[in-house]
């Protein structure tokens, strides 16, 4: 058990000089640099004080729970790193995709799935995992929605769509085949398609209405992040901070939320 878990464990138990030496070390710098009598000096409390909440917290010694300390400062600072490092891979992701953003683009789209009478969502893996987020969303705010995630229902199901539907399709590279299948099915049937994508030269884009470029993670240089989701989930949350500035949306949607909260 770390430290810091110690200290909550065993916080109930603590005298006051206790919770003076606990607050103390968790704010001391160098602690390795320094003796029993150092910390008892700078607390205004005794070695003996320091020994007793030593055994309290259940360590042997205090040199003991120095290092104990210390182990979990050097796990933290490590931890901070990567941390640190996942936080600013999100931060370039979202700076790209927001160059490729397009106000006007957004607003069309908007009133397309304002307008339809059905919107059917597609894509296979984590597109997929992002095509049912998106049905999610706004089948909560009263749209007839569905989002399909494999390939035969996507077939199925884009052949029965008409000029009044919207198809929207998520594909990361632009070249998953049954996606490809579906798009065709849909465009044949006349329905609008809306392409969420990382590639504008494959044969899916030439077949959209509205291609939303997003950005690719490949182009950060780390082997070990590796969320695909990331660039189309912002764009979502655009265009879903769009929708619901729609009065009637946002009324259905808290309708929606209302009975989830009575009967879910």
């Known amino acids: 058990m770390d430290f810091e878990n110690r200290l909550q464990k065993h916080s109930a138990e603590f005298t006051e000089n206790d919770r003076k030496i606990a607050e103390h070390l968790l704010n001391v710098k160098n602690i390795e640099q ?3 009598t150092d910390l008892a000096d700078e607390i205004d409390v005794s070695p003996s004080s320091i020994t007793r909440f030593c055994k309290k917290i259940q360590f042997a010694t205090f040199q003991q729970m120095k290092y104990a300390l210390l182990a979990t400062r050097t796990e933290k600072r490590s931890n901070d790193e990567e941390v640190e490092r996942v ?3 999100y931060h370039s992701i979202i700076a790209s995709t927001q160059q490729f953003m397009d106000t006007e683009q957004t607003e069309r789209i908007a009133n397309d799935l304002i307008s339809a009478k059905r919107v059917l969502f597609c894509g296979i893996g984590n597109s997929g995992l992002i095509a049912k ?6 089948e909560r705010m009263g749209i007839d929605s569905a989002a399909v995630t494999d390939a035969h229902s996507m077939v199925m199901k884009s052949a029965l769509l008409h000029e009044e539907d919207v198809f ?3 594909s990361y590279t632009g070249k998953t085949q049954s996606v490809l299948d579906a798009t065709r099915q849909a465009k044949d049937c006349g329905a609008r398609i809306i392409v969420i994508t990382t590639n504008d030269s494959e044969a899916l884009t030439e ?4 291609v939303v470029l997003v950005s690719n993670h490949v ?10 989701q990331i660039s189309s989930l912002f764009y979502l949350d655009v265009l879903t901070y769009r929708l619901l500035e729609d009065a009637k949306l946002m009324e259905q949607r808290n309708k929606t939320l209302n009975a989830l909260r009575r009967f879910g």
């Open 168 to 170: 929207m399709c998520f």
């Open 87 to 89: 936080a600013n891979f």
């Open 207 to 210: 077949l959209a209405d509205e």
């Open 133 to 138: 987020e998106f049905n999610s969303r706004i």
């Open 219 to 228: 182009f950060v240089d780390d082997e070990k992040f590796i969320n695909t």
């Open 34 to 36: 320094k003796s029993i």
